[in-house]
């Protein structure tokens, strides 16, 4: 019975598919959830209003979440709007509850945008308040690419690994035969 040394290449086919699936694994696009807008804590003296702006990289969903906090005393008014140069696209006015809201709204496409928050301190003796703005952007087509080349990849590994094992345990087989 003759016997083959087939030790070596098995080996030498898992060192070449090991730097390949690493490579791919690299080279494919991340996929993002969420992007942060806006993250901000306002101090208001009296009644003021602020516009901030914000930009996103395409079409999707923004999401704000806007809370007056508990200091020294809770706003007596605070309302939002989000605006782009030609129209209002989201509006909320907290009336008799402003403790917290949130509101989403759509975005066409890139482009600067613009949130308008206007607020009124409670009744305290220093006619201070203070809100907490966050606003989040999630695109529409979240692109995943990468789950194609993670999935072709981890075929390869796993035919790579089938074949490197097989041919070492029909050898152990024939040895004890």
Do not use: C
Not at 12 to 27: D, I, R, S
Not at 37 to 47: C, D, I, P, W
Not at 112 to 137: D, E, P, Q, V
């Amino acid at each position: 019975m003759k016997m083959t040394n087939t030790i070596g290449r098995p080996y030498l086919k898992t060192a070449l598919l090991a730097p390949l699936a690493m490579l791919g694994l690299a080279a494919a696009p991340h996929a993002q959830a969420e992007d942060i807008l806006l993250a901000q804590t306002t101090l208001v003296n009296g009644s003021q209003s602020t516009v901030d702006s914000f930009s996103t990289s395409g079409a999707g969903r923004v999401t704000v979440s806007l809370q007056s906090l508990a200091w020294p005393a809770q706003l007596s008014a605070l309302s939002f709007s989000a605006t782009s140069s030609d129209k209002v696209m989201a509006y909320w006015n907290g009336g008799g509850d402003v403790t917290s809201t949130v509101t989403t709204f759509n975005v066409d496409g890139p482009g600067t945008y613009f949130a308008h928050i206007m607020a009124t301190a409670g009744a305290s003796s220093l006619n201070l308040g203070l809100y907490s703005l966050m606003m989040t952007f999630t695109p529409s087509a979240v692109p995943l690419p990468a789950s194609g080349w993670m999935l072709l990849v981890g075929m390869f590994v796993i035919g790579g690994l089938v074949r490197t094992i097989r041919p070492s345990s029909e050898l152990m087989g024939t040895a004890r035969a």
